[in-house]
Each structure stands twice: as structure tokens, then as C-alpha cells.
């Protein structure tokens, strides 16, 4: 993203912040798609690059794919904390099921946070990210964590 940042104009911002929903934002991708993306009505190079950001988005922004942890550490005093006892959101997609944060307390983006597997608890793992990154299993390995044998978590 900051690639892609340092070629829009002055003023113009990638960063998905301050936008009142995912709806908002998806339309600002497509005002700089046809403001800045486009050579007499076909896409150039920043406008390939925006659509494929768009796109990106998209994959990662489907729900129903991303898992779902219980907190068990200690409360985080920082800006972007984490709650003993709260359920946090761990996206990814299909395209890519790996682990790039979790979504926190201000509940707006994602940020790398310990993933020891003392400090979490799998409610919903639909494409069992989570528990090959809690496990440091991929599917069929037989690594063993704390008794639970990761082949009776990971199909």
C-alpha cells in the first residue's frame, strides 16, 4: 500500500481511515480509478494498480472466511489494545489464508499482535489459519501443542 500511496497525488490518501463505512471507502477507489487511473477512458499503470487494490480488498473483506478468537492474555493499555475475554476478528481470504493481524478494540484495521497460543482460543476457524498458526501446523502435520494433536483441528 504505501507503494501504491507514493504515486497519488498530493492530498489523496490510499489509507482506508475516517470513512464512516467499507461502502465510502470502495467509492474513493473508484473516484481515484477515473480521476487518476485512466488515459482517454482506459486504464493506465496507477489505475491497473488501483483496480487490483480494490480487488484485494474485496477478497479480504469477506466475513464469513476470517476466524474467530477469544482473548486470554491480560488487558493492553495501549491505543490499540486488546480486552482479556473479547472475541477478535483475525481476517484473511481464500486467495491468501495467512495471518496478518487481528482486527482490535478500535475495530478499524488489523495489527500484528503475540500469536503464542496461551493468549487465544478458537471460537470460528473456517479455513483454519488460526489454529495452523497457533499449532505451527500446516494440514496433515501431526505436530503436537499442549495435547491437541493439530490433525484433529485442521482437516
Known amino acids: 500500500m504505501n507503494d501504491l500511496q507514493e504515486l497519488m497525488p498530493d492530498g489523496e490518501s490510499l489509507y ?18 477515473s480521476t487518476y487511473g485512466t488515459d482517454r477512458q482506459n486504464l493506465n499503470a496507477l489505475g491497473e494498480k488501483l483496480t487490483a487494490l480494490k480487488e484485494t480488498i474485496h477478497q479480504m473483506n469477506v466475513k464469513e472466511n476470517w476466524s474467530v478468537l477469544k482473548y486470554l492474555g491480560e488487558n493492553t493499555s495501549n491505543v490499540f489494545g486488546l480486552t482479556k475475554g473479547r472475541y477478535y476478528y483475525w481476517p484473511c481470504s481464500v486467495e491468501h489464508p495467512d495471518y496478518e493481524g487481528v482486527i482490535d478494540d478500535e475495530e478499524f484495521t488489523s495489527y500484528l ?18 489454529a495452523s498458526v497457533l499449532l505451527g501446523a500446516k494440514k496433515g502435520d501431526e505436530v503436537i501443542n499442549e495435547g491437541i494433536k493439530s490433525t484433529d483441528i485442521i482437516d
Do not use: K
Not at 499482535?113 to 496461551?118: A, K, M, N
Open 16 to 33: 482506508p481511515y475516517g470513512y464512516n463505512s467499507y461502502e465510502e471507502y470502495d467509492a474513493i477507489l473508484d473516484r481515484y480509478i
Open 113 to 130: 499482535y503475540d500469536t503464542t497460543p496461551e493468549l487465544w482460543e478458537i471460537a470460528e476457524d473456517p479455513l483454519n489459519m488460526a
